[in-house]
């Protein structure tokens, strides 16, 4: 497994954009695939953006148009820029690493600790 922070997070308004981080110990980043999940309360967890090792990406229908997901290998961190934030996007955020690229939570083997992104109406 390999140990995950997510950064970023925060209160802002309606269309905001804001950039949440991930950042991963190891030497092996390069080798997971990186997924974006989110969680409501009273709320399933739910599929967001995922990156695959080699850079193919896939993207919730909810989010698409609005939110990038990449990363950076040297730096050990994937990212998830959003824009046009919306008050059905509030959730705690998380990052996971698989070893392979999924819209399933299965197959996601470690965790960051989440995020909580707020945007007010």
């Known amino acids: 497994q390999v140990q995950l922070v997510e950064s970023g997070g925060g209160l802002v308004q309606d269309g905001a954009s804001l950039r949440l981080s991930c950042a991963a110990s190891?030497?092996?980043?390069?080798?997971?695939?990186m997924g974006w999940f989110r969680q409501a309360p009273g709320k399933e967890r739910e599929f967001v953006a995922a990156?695959?090792?080699?850079?193919?990406?896939v993207y919730a229908d909810s989010v698409k148009g609005r939110f990038t997901i990449s990363r950076d290998n040297a730096k050990n961190t994937v990212y998830l820029q959003m824009s046009g934030l919306k008050p059905g996007d509030t959730a705690v955020y998380y990052c996971?690493?698989?070893?392979?690229?999924?819209?399933?939570?299965?197959?996601?083997?470690?965790w960051g600790q989440g995020t909580q992104v707020t945007v007010s109406s």
């Open positions: 990156i695959s090792r080699s850079g193919n990406i």
């Open positions: 996971a690493a698989s070893g392979y690229l999924s819209q399933k939570v299965d197959p996601y083997h470690s």
């Open positions: 190891g030497r092996t980043f390069s080798s997971y695939a």
